[in-house]
Nanobody
Framework: QVQLVESGGGLVQAGGSLRLSCAASGSIFRLNVMGWYRQAPGKQRELVATITSGGNTNYADSVKGRFTISRLNAKNTVYLQMDSLKPEDTAVYYC????????????WGKGTLVTVSS
């Protein structure tokens, strides 16, 4: 089992910044992908950004140039630096860890709310 604990959400004005953190513990494979997803009210959960254990990143088009994902493998922690926030970024942000391989599984955090006021 893997436990994921997110932190860093809150209320911010449009144009502001927030930094989310997600600390993972438990049965973490050496090869894994960590990422952030979000779900706005009435909408499906969507990918925000992912980063592999090797450092390869992937971003949703809507956040490219504004959000930066990074990770500290020694602490099994992933970060999401969110700049130039917009009201449409308002959502619950979830951390996900995917253990890579035939016995890998996906694990989700409980989410942290980000609210961007206009």
């Amino acid at each position: 089992q893997v436990q994921l604990v997110e932190s860093g959400g809150g209320l911010v004005q449009a144009g502001g910044s927030l930094r989310l953190s997600c600390a993972a513990s438990g049965s973490i494979f050496r090869l894994n992908v960590m990422g952030w997803y979000r779900q706005a009210p009435g909408k499906q959960r969507e990918l925000v950004a992912t980063i592999t254990s090797g450092g390869n990143t992937n971003y949703a088009d809507s956040v490219k140039g504004r959000f930066t994902i990074s990770r500290l493998n020694a602490k099994n922690t992933v970060y999401l630096q969110m700049d130039s926030l917009k009201p449409e970024d308002t959502a619950v942000y979830y951390c996900k860890l995917q253990n890579t391989g035939p016995y890998g599984m996906d694990y989700w955090g409980k989410g942290t709310l980000v609210t961007v006021s206009s």
